[in-house]
């Protein structure tokens, strides 16, 4: 991490030295100038590629291919800027500056820490990465030394981490619902005891069991769409709040909000059949005898 400072501001940021060939590596969507080139890599230009995000900040709205950055003391020059959403496993990273590999030792030092390729096929991944080990064993007269590792195996290990975190909510999820369930169901029994003469009254006036059952669990229902409403509010306000600070895209897909919202239904429903069913039993005469 080092200090980059352009015409506007100045942003703590990663410096990268790779090869030209990094931009078909990983794919970058150039916005504007371009990547530089075996040249400029081999004669250790002082050339940069920005990521547009830090290019806005630093330089501002100006075009910003041609214009001078400073990366600690040592002047470069801007030759192209990456467009935003380029980025691993589909998070947005820290700022950073590309500069040719030769130029990065120049200023740094020779040492090295890691190495990135491409296949020609997803199936020639693992025999490749074997390949790039020996090679660099061979010639670095050491064994044992050098681990390797593909995009996929780093998305598995994310994946196994999203999943236990998933579980985690999930159990926290599921006693939250059996705590509000009950705390609704309570509601209910509190309500339907409360109302008895209500009852009573509404059965001597020809309302049958089976609109005595359905009225307490549309209330049940009710009760519980309202706090699921709230509660996936306060969610999605969450979510991008934590996705800003996290500097993340947002991810609320409208399913999710559809699952949340048929849970609450389905909660409503079945912590509300034993309330409702009560008062759906009532004899009306002991119920228009009750005073409260």
């Known amino acids: 991490m080092e200090d980059v400072r352009g015409a506007k501001n100045k942003k703590y940021s990663q410096v990268w030295g790779v090869s030209s060939d990094y931009e078909y590596i990983r794919k970058m969507n150039i916005k504007t100038g371009h990547f530089f080139s075996r040249e400029d890599d081999s004669l250790g230009r002082r050339v940069a590629v920005l990521d547009e995000a830090l290019a806005d900040e630093i330089i501002g709205r100006s075009e910003p291919v041609g214009n001078i950055i400073r990366i600690g003391s040592t002047p470069f020059k801007v030759v192209g800027v990456v467009a935003k959403g380029d980025s691993i496993l589909g998070f947005s990273e820290e700022p950073r500056v590309f500069i040719p590999s030769r130029s990065w030792q120049n200023m740094f030092g020779t040492y090295i820490n890691s190495l ?13 990465m074997e390949q790039a080990v020996k090679v660099l064993e061979r010639r670095h007269r050491s064994s044992a030394q050098y681990v390797s590792y593909s995009m996929e195996q780093e998305m598995q290990s994310a994946n196994q981490v999203t999943g236990i975190m998933t579980m985690i909510i999930g159990a926290i999820a599921g006693i939250s619902l059996l705590v509000g369930g009950i705390g609704v169901m309570n509601i209910m029994l509190v309500s339907v005891t409360e109302r008895t003469r209500e ?11 089976k609109d005595i059952l359905t009225q307490f669990l ?3 229902v009710v009760l519980c769409l309202i706090g699921g409403i709230i509660g996936m509010l306060l969610g999605v306000g969450g979510a991008f709040l934590i996705a800003k600070l996290a500097n993340w895209p947002p991810l609320v897909s409208w399913w999710t909000m559809l699952i949340a919202f048929t849970f609450s239904a389905a909660i409503g429903i079945f912590f509300g059949i034993l309330p409702a069913n009560k008062a759906a039993k009532m004899n009306p005469i002991e119920a228009l005898r009750r005073d409260t």
Request: positive net charge.
């Open 116 to 128: 990135e390729g491409s296949a020609v096929s997803r199936e020639k991944v693992q025999e490749t």
């Open 218 to 220: 549309i209330e049940s």
């Open 199 to 209: 009852i009573g009254i509404r059965m001597a006036v020809g309302a049958r069991r």
